[in-house]
T-cell receptor, first 111, second 114 residues
Framework: RKEVEQDPGPFNVPEGATVAFNCTYS??????FFWYRQDCRKEPKLLMS???SGNEDGRFTAQLNRASQYISLLIRDSKLSDSATYLC????????????FGTGTKLQVIP | NAGVTQTPKFQVLKTGQSMTLQCAQD?????MSWYRQDPGMGLRLIHY???????DQGEVPNGYNVSRSTTEDFPLRLLSAAPSQTSVYFC?????????????FGPGTRLTVT
C-alpha cells in the first residue's frame, strides 16, 4: 500500500456544487497534514494546513480523521477558478524529512 | 522577495549528456528539496537538504547528485541523462523542513531527454 493515496479523478462538477476529496495515509504517527493546489503546468501552492481536528477557510474545509486515517477537503459553492489538481501531503516515508505527496485529485468545475 | 527561483525553465538533452538544474531561495530557509513530477506518479522526492553542508537521498535519487554549499542554493546535477529522466523538476524550500512545514515551490524545469 502506498504511504498516501488519493482518488485521481477527474471530478467533474457544475458551478455551485459541493465536492469532497479524501486522502488516506498508512503511517499513523504524523501530526500534521497539508492540502496543496496545483494549476496546469504550474508549481504546487499551499491551500490549507490540517492540524488536530481540522481547518476552515471560506469555502474550503479540511478535516482529519485519525481513527480511519484519512484527511478530507470539502469545497462548497464551487467556482470555475477552483479547477485544478489537489495534492495532499501525508506522513513522511522512511524518515521525518522525507515528505510524501499523494498523486493528486483533479477537479474540473463546469459552467 | 523572489521566493524560489529555478533555471532553466526548459531544457532538451541528448542521452548521456550532463547538466545542472539551478535552484535558489531568498527566504533564509534551512530545508530545501528536489522533486520530479511525472504523469500519474505525483511528486517524488529526489534529494533534500536540512542545511548548508547536509544532504540526503529521497525516494528516487539514482542518477542525480546534489550539494548545498550555501543556505540559498541547492543545485541538482544529472550525471548522464537518460530518457527515463524526462520529467518536470520542482525545487522547494521550507522554514523547518519535514512534514510539519509549508513548502514553497519554484516554477519548475521541464526536461526532455532524447
Amino acid at each position: 500500500r502506498k504511504e498516501v493515496e488519493q482518488d485521481p479523478g477527474p471530478f467533474n462538477v457544475p458551478e455551485g456544487a459541493t465536492v469532497a476529496f479524501n486522502c488516506t495515509y498508512s503511517n499513523s504517527a504524523s501530526q500534521s497534514f497539508f492540502w496543496y493546489r496545483q494549476d496546469c503546468r504550474k508549481e504546487p501552492k499551499l491551500l490549507m494546513s490540517v492540524y488536530s481536528s481540522g481547518n476552515e477557510d471560506g469555502r474550503f474545509t479540511a478535516q482529519l480523521n485519525r481513527a480511519s486515517q484519512y484527511i478530507s477537503l470539502l469545497i462548497r459553492d464551487s467556482k470555475l477558478s477552483d479547477s485544478a489538481t489537489y495534492l495532499c501531503v501525508g506522513p513522511p516515508s522512511g524518515g521525518y524529512q522525507k515528505v510524501t505527496f499523494g498523486t493528486g485529485t483533479k477537479l474540473q468545475v463546469i459552467p | 522577495n523572489a521566493g524560489v527561483t529555478q533555471t532553466p525553465k526548459f531544457q532538451v538533452l541528448k542521452t548521456g549528456q550532463s547538466m545542472t538544474l539551478q535552484c535558489a531561495q531568498d527566504m533564509n530557509h534551512e530545508y530545501m528539496s528536489w522533486y520530479r513530477q511525472d504523469p500519474g506518479m505525483g511528486l517524488r522526492l529526489i534529494h533534500y537538504s536540512v542545511g548548508a553542508g547536509i544532504t540526503d537521498q529521497g525516494e528516487v535519487p539514482n542518477g542525480y547528485n546534489v550539494s548545498r554549499s550555501t543556505t540559498e542554493d541547492f543545485p541538482l546535477r544529472l550525471l548522464s541523462a537518460a530518457p527515463s529522466q524526462t520529467s518536470v523538476y520542482f525545487c522547494a524550500s521550507s522554514y523547518s523542513g519535514g512534514a510539519s512545514s509549508e513548502q514553497y515551490f519554484g516554477p519548475g524545469t521541464r526536461l526532455t531527454v532524447t
